[in-house]
């Protein structure tokens, strides 16, 4: 069984920047994912991590603003987000897949899903 725990949302003015982490516990994942859903709208991809060949893969908003990666002594995975903007105002999952090694942008390839963080960017 695995859990995934996020922690680092908050509140941040329009420029700013937040970590958000991801702790896994449990079997091993082969990729590891982040998506967000903001009121009204459909959970949408964000950024997503392999652990087979460390590739990684970014929605095109956040391309040069967002960064994923991996904290081995910490088995979490990161989401550095720089430069935020108002429309990045969402919740923010984790998604753990144990499967596909590939950095997707599918939700159906995760099998498992952290409680969600909320992001505030105000203007």
């Known amino acids: 069984q695995v859990q995934l725990v996020e922690s680092g949302g908050g509140l941040v003015q329009a420029g700013g920047s937040l970590i958000l982490s991801c702790a896994a516990s449990?079997?091993?994942?082969?990729?590891m994912g982040w998506f967000r859903q903001a009121p009204g709208k459909e959970r949408e991809f964000v950024a997503a991590?392999?652990?087979?060949?460390?590739?990684?893969a970014y929605a095109d908003s956040v391309k040069g603003r967002f960064t994923i990666s991996r904290d081995n002594a910490k088995n979490t995975v990161n989401l550095q987000m720089n430069s935020l903007k108002p429309e990045d105002t969402a919740v923010y999952y984790c998604?753990?897949?144990?499967?596909?090694?590939?950095?997707?942008?599918?939700?159906?390839?995760?099998?498992?899903w952290g409680q969600g963080t909320q992001v505030t960017v105000s203007s």
């Open positions: 991590f392999s652990w087979r060949g460390r590739s990684t």
């Open positions: 998604a753990g897949g144990s499967t596909y090694y590939r950095a997707s942008d599918q939700s159906g390839e995760y099998d498992v």
């Open positions: 449990g079997r091993t994942l082969t990729n």
